[in-house]
């Protein structure tokens, strides 16, 4: 199976990213020998890939090193969860999402990850409110 990102060259995705992570992805991103130091922030309680010469901090550029790693909202790009319509959509910014389908399976899929990032959320805001006590 081809990927037209991959052929074009394509990074649009990668750039200036607020690619969200959950603790799966933080896990398998950790196995590869990885520290939280390195690509890991914290914003508004999200847990997000850094930002590094304007572009993800595995993307080098010409490639993503860790592409058959990567999170999973990176393999779902550019299907995106649309907060304002309550579910997911091609991001406009991608000049490649003619070439993607939105199918009911892939946002089914992303509904479940929207709903796992936001219940850990939750839990490590609620944790942190815990320890100021």
Known sequence: MSNRCLETKCIQCCKETNMLLSYHDIEKI??????????LREHGGWLQLKNSQGRCVFHTGEKCTIYEHR???????????????????????????????????????????????????????????????
């Open 30 to 39: 950790q196995k590869l020998g990885y520290g939280h130091a390195f690509f």
């Open 71 to 133: 999170p999973k909202g990176c393999s779902f790009y550019p299907i995106v969860y649309d907060k304002d319509n309550n579910g997911a959509v091609l991001d406009s910014e991608c000049p490649q999402r003619q070439c993607f389908p939105l199918s009911k399976v892939k946002s089914q899929q992303l509904g479940i990850l929207i709903s796992i990032l936001e219940k850990e959320r939750i839990e490590r805001t609620r944790s942190k409110a815990y320890k100021k006590r």
